[in-house]
Each structure stands twice: as structure tokens, then as C-alpha cells.
């Protein structure tokens, strides 16, 4: 069966860091493009962060931008989100998504919450 698994999301106060990964099952990520997107308790799903199927470019959403980084592992079929100076709006469910365009291919995540509070 096909699955993106996220992991690495938890509580942790304003300032701190986590990590999250992204894990690709029966597929190959390689040849995605794979973003990471996050839904605030009533709100809409936001794009966060989108990296190329290569890893050469990636862009962020402006809230994010010198505090998340995006990255990935071809070799280990995964990618992961470096969220470092968390703020309390940051806290939201962060989902991963693959996405293969010229295939119509487009997975996602069931994702991870994270909490930032004090």
C-alpha cells in the first residue's frame, strides 16, 4: 500500500525547534515533488514549504521564511521540515504531500500535530 507516514511533530514552547519527516512507502519519492502544508484549528490547509523532485529549489510561505527549512534524502525515500524559532501560530496538524504532476500523482500524509506553547 501506498504511504507517506509523518512523524516528529509534539509540544514544545516558543523559540524551540522540531523536525519532522516525511516517509515514502511503495513508492519512489524521487520523482515527486514534495511540499509540507499545515491546518490550524479553523482555518484552511496552508502551503508551507515546497521542494523540487531534484531538492534544487524550494520556496516557503512568508510567515516561515528563515525559521523552516525544507529538505530531502532521495537514497532514504524522505524528506523532512527543520522548523527552528517556533511561534504559538505556528501550532497547527502538518501534512506531507507528494506530488508526480506529469503522472497525476498526488499523495498525502494523515499528519503530525504540532504544538507550540508555553
Do not use: H
Amino acid at each position: 500500500q501506498v504511504q507517506l507516514v509523518e512523524s516528529g511533530g509534539g509540544l514544545v514552547q516558543p523559540g524551540g525547534s522540531l523536525r519532522l519527516s516525511c516517509a515514502a512507502s511503495r513508492f519512489d519519492l524521487r520523482r515527486f515533488a514534495v511540499s509540507w502544508y499545515r491546518q490550524a484549528p479553523g482555518k484552511e490547509r496552508e502551503l508551507v514549504a515546497t521542494i523540487s523532485s531534484g531538492g534544487g529549489s524550494s520556496s516557503y510561505v512568508t510567515s516561515v521564511k528563515g525559521r523552516f527549512t525544507i529538505s530531502r534524502d532521495n537514497a532514504e525515500n524522505t524528506a523532512t521540515l527543520q522548523m527552528n524559532s517556533l511561534k504559538p501560530e505556528d501550532t497547527a496538524v502538518y501534512y506531507c504531500n507528494a506530488v508526480w504532476a506529469v503522472a497525476g500523482m498526488d499523495y498525502w500524509g494523515k499528519g503530525t500535530l504540532v504544538t507550540v506553547s508555553s
